[in-house]
Structures are given as C-alpha cells and as structure tokens.
C-alpha cells in the first residue's frame, strides 16, 4: 500500500475543567478518543491515522457525535506524507503504541 492514500485527522481541544461535571466531560471525551483509534501526541492533541478520506469523514461524524458540550476541539485533516514531516524543534517522538502505516505484524 502507498503511503499517499494515508491520512491523518489530528484533533486539538481545550475543554474546561472547573467544576466536577466539567472534569466529566473532559475524562468522557479524552476516553472516547482513546477508544477509537486516537494516540496522543501532546496533551490535549490527539491523531489517527485513516486508510483514506472516507474514513477521515467517518472518523469527523463521531467527533462532531461525541463533542463535549463546552470548551473548543478543532480537527485538521492531513496526509501522511504531511504527517511524517513534523519537524521536532525540542524532544522527539516517543509512542507506547504502534503508530504506523506498515501492515501489524503480530510475533
């Protein structure tokens, strides 16, 4: 498979987290990114990597289903290629899961 056809859809919030039902919210949506395929990359920037534009859209309804009722998420689609660009400035990328567009391999 190339990696041309690859995307990336990274999703970026800021969510309040004054009051108990707030920090509800916040835990709710951070789950339900984890639970669908989402890696973080920073805090509160989350991505996941999608076989094609399809799934990008698909990926984009259960954002908009799931969103928290306050707070700002936003979503960039981009290309893979794009995505393997990233220039690190300060650190380096570090992933306890595998995030790759290579078939899983499982030993």
Known sequence: ????RFMRL???FDLPVDTSKDR???RKFR???LSNGYIMMQESVYSKLCL????????LKALKKNKPPK???????ITERQYAAIN???GEHTSEFLDTDERLVIL
């Open 1 to 4: 498979l190339s990696m041309a």
């Open 71 to 77: 707070g700002m998420v936003q979503a960039l689609e």
């Open 52 to 59: 094609n534009a399809s799934v990008v859209e698909s990926a």
């Open 10 to 12: 990274i999703v970026f």
């Open 31 to 33: 789950k339900f990114l």
């Open 24 to 26: 509800k919210n916040y």
């Open 88 to 90: 690190f400035i300060v």
